[in-house]
């Protein structure tokens, strides 16, 4: 019997640390052929998503998958991301959190081309979040946020 990664241990970790301090939990994901969301909202590769219990509905985050049923423009849908696919979690209001290394799966359309699928290990920062805020870069000139500014996730290797 293999061992069971740490990294789904440590999701719901950091997601309770949020709640329990009035933090709004957020996920950033790889989106592969394996990950269910609304592609719509993917950016370079990756999608952001609050997962606080407000915007959540039946949140389960398991050793293999988070699943929850989420609105997107007023629609619910079912979103499905595999943890291995999960590049951070982090509280929006401060940036506290955790990133993760994304290990390169094999998907169908590239496994029989003996080619690993997309891996992607770094969280955007200039993006905007879901809730249309800009999270990275307030004033649009690429420096970063000044002190009392939108904090931002950076990984440190």
């Known amino acids: 019997m293999s061992e069971i990664s740490t990294k789904p241990y440590l999701l719901r970790a950091i997601y309770e640390w949020c709640t ?9 994901a790889a989106v592969d052929a394996r990950t269910m969301v609304p ?12 997962i606080s219990f407000t ?3 039946g949140l389960k985050m398991e050793n293999d998958f988070v699943n929850f049923h989420a609105r997107f423009g007023g629609v619910s849908r079912e979103i499905s991301i ?14 506290q959190g955790m990133a993760f290394e994304i290990v390169p799966q094999r998907d169908e359309e590239h496994a029989e081309e003996g080619k690993p699928g997309l891996s992607l290990a770094a969280v955007p920062t200039d993006e905007a979040d879901p809730a249309g805020e800009d ?7 690429g420096n970063p946020p000044k ?5 931002t996730l950076t990984r440190i290797k």
Not at 82 to 95: F, K, L, Q, S, T
Not at 135 to 141: K, M, W
Not at 147 to 151: A, E, L
């Open 82 to 95: 595999p943890v291995d696919n999960v590049v951070a979690i982090y509280a929006r209001e401060n940036g």
């Open 55 to 57: 915007a959540t509905s």
């Open 135 to 141: 999270a990275g870069d307030p004033d649009g000139n």
């Open 20 to 28: 329990d301090n009035g933090y709004t939990p957020y996920l950033a």
């Open 147 to 151: 002190k009392g500014g939108r904090p």
């Open 39 to 50: 592609r719509e909202f993917v950016k370079n590769g990756e999608i952001v998503l609050n």
